[in-house]
């Protein structure tokens, strides 16, 4: 039996397999022989015996049934409102759509100010063919792409939150 291996490094680890039963078939006579011979062995295995014993003799506290049952009846007599409408500011939403509209009526009116309306209706009112137009020129800066992307995903929001309030108004909940 080479109980070389069985340093007091890992005694604690090996006693708990040993007493768990999770020991190796080779090294359990080797480890019940340091438990009898080995006075620090013996002495950790009698501990951690102890605990084990403690661990398997305690049992869980737990509430009383009649105590669960007056919880879940409490919480259901609350009526708990929604997290979500009790902090969030309606005129703030509201005011944050408006400000995007009013953005996207501006570039519009910017657009159309630029146009030019004196040129007379038996000429084509473009002065180059509009086919040939390259447009990656114009939506080729990021910054234009992430402020158009930012608008698409707040105005989906803004009509979400319209459709919502529509459908509260229409099916209220009992």
């Given at each position: 039996?080479?109980?070389?291996?069985?340093?007091?490094?890992?005694?604690?680890?090996?006693?708990?397999?040993?007493?768990?039963?999770?020991?190796?078939?080779?090294?359990?006579?080797?480890?019940?022989?340091?438990?009898?011979?080995?006075?620090?062995?013996?002495?950790?295995?009698?501990?951690?015996?102890?605990?084990?014993?403690?661990?398997?003799?305690?049992?869980?506290?737990?509430?009383?049934?009649?105590?669960?049952?007056?919880?879940?009846?409490?919480i259901g007599r609350l009526h708990i409102a929604p997290a979500a409408s009790s902090y969030i500011n309606h005129?703030?939403?509201?005011?944050?759509?408006?400000?995007?509209?009013?953005?996207?009526?501006?570039?519009?009116?910017?657009?159309?100010?630029?146009?030019?309306?004196?040129?007379?209706?038996?000429?084509?009112?473009?002065?180059?063919?509009?086919?040939?137009?390259?447009?990656?020129?114009?939506?080729?800066?990021?910054?234009?792409?992430?402020?158009?992307?930012?608008?698409?995903?707040?105005?989906?929001?803004?009509?979400?939150?319209?459709?919502?309030?529509?459908?509260?108004?229409?099916?209220?909940?009992?």
């Open positions: 039996m080479n109980t070389e291996h069985f340093s007091n490094e890992h005694m604690e680890e090996r006693l708990w397999e040993y007493i768990d039963g999770f020991s190796n078939q080779d090294d359990l006579p080797v480890i019940k022989k340091l438990v009898e011979e080995n006075h620090t062995w013996r002495r950790k295995y009698n501990e951690l015996l102890e605990i084990n014993q403690l661990i398997h003799t305690t049992e869980l506290e737990e509430p009383s049934m009649r105590f669960s049952k007056n919880v879940m009846e409490e005129r703030i939403i509201w005011g944050i759509g408006i400000f995007f509209m009013v953005l996207i009526v501006g570039f519009l009116v910017y657009g159309f100010g630029q146009i030019d309306w004196t040129t007379s209706s038996n000429t084509s009112s473009l002065p180059f063919n509009i086919r040939n137009v390259d447009y990656s020129a114009l939506f080729n800066n990021t910054y234009i792409n992430v402020f158009m992307m930012i608008n698409v995903v707040l105005g989906l929001m803004l009509i979400d939150r319209v459709l919502a309030n529509k459908r509260k108004k229409l099916y209220p909940q009992t």
